[in-house]
T-cell receptor, first 115, second 114 residues
Framework: DGGITQSPKYLFRKEGQNVTLSCEQN?????MYWYRQDPGQGLRLIYY???????QKGDIAEGYSVSREKKESFPLTVTSAQKNPTAFYLC??????????????FGNGTRLTVT | AQSVTQPDIHITVSEGASLELRCNYS??????LFWYVQSPGQGLQLLLK??????LVQGIKGFEAEFKRSQSSFNLRKPSVHWSDAAEYFC????????????FGTGTSLTVIP
């Protein structure tokens, strides 16, 4: 079955270290997204990509970086510049970039804890 | 600016009782509206969506939602709740021409008591 795979499910890092979260999809979707979820705050958009080799900042991009070298993959790097990186990170994809009638499909998330 | 409000942070219902989760949105044009459900430690699953046409939409797991333009609302309902419905529910609006953004509410946590 097609879907979105995020790995690892749990990730622990020391403060000051960069860490990369993996997101792979086999849905043949063009658009991919990274969201951050904190208790009581809903989902906030970090970055999104509509096509390969192109991506745009979302509402909370500071301290994060992404790449989109392949259609299937959209890894997120949490850098040491991110002041409060501990959170639940969700990757999503959709079929029609720029069209909001294309629902998001989500992975199962990565919980990052930085100490 | 676009926004989504879910007024109820937490709701508790008895199994078999009816359920209504509230969602209000702010958007200038006709919005694309969605309800998602999230089990603990999992991603979000689409329950239903509204784009146009019939204002009462049916979704998976016996859920339905009604779009009311005059009230800027898109409330989620279920006639009889099952224990497995306990989860976090998110309302979202999609807005064309605004940088490819979906706007999510802060979620409503549902507890089902036997």
């Amino acid at each position: 079955d097609g879907g979105i795979t995020q790995s690892p499910k749990y990730l622990f890092r020391k403060e000051g270290q960069n860490v990369t979260l993996s997101c792979e999809q086999n849905l043949n979707h063009d658009a991919m997204y990274w969201y951050r979820q904190d208790p009581g705050q809903g989902l906030r958009l970090i970055y999104y990509s509509q096509i390969v080799n192109d991506f745009q900042k979302g509402d909370i991009a500071e301290g994060y970086s992404v790449s989109r070298e392949k259609k299937e993959s959209f890894p997120l790097t949490v850098t040491s510049a991110q002041k409060n990186p501990t959170a639940f990170y969700l990757c999503a994809s959709s079929t029609l970039p720029g069209r909001m009638n294309s629902p998001l499909h989500f992975g199962n998330g990565t919980r990052l804890t930085v100490t | 600016a676009q926004s989504v409000t879910q007024p109820d942070i937490h709701i508790t219902v008895s199994e078999g009782a009816s359920l209504e989760l509230r969602c209000n949105y702010s958007y200038g044009a006709t919005p694309y509206l969605f309800w998602y459900v999230q089990s603990p430690g999992q991603g979000l699953q689409l329950l239903l969506k509204y784009f146009s046409g019939d204002t009462l939409v049916q979704g998976i797991k016996g859920f339905e939602a009604e779009f009311k333009r005059s009230q800027s609302s898109f409330n989620l309902r279920k006639p009889s709740v099952h224990w497995s419905d306990a989860a976090e529910y998110f309302c979202a609006v999609g807005a064309d021409g605004t940088g490819n953004q979906f706007y999510f509410g802060t979620g409503t946590s549902l507890t089902v008591i036997p």
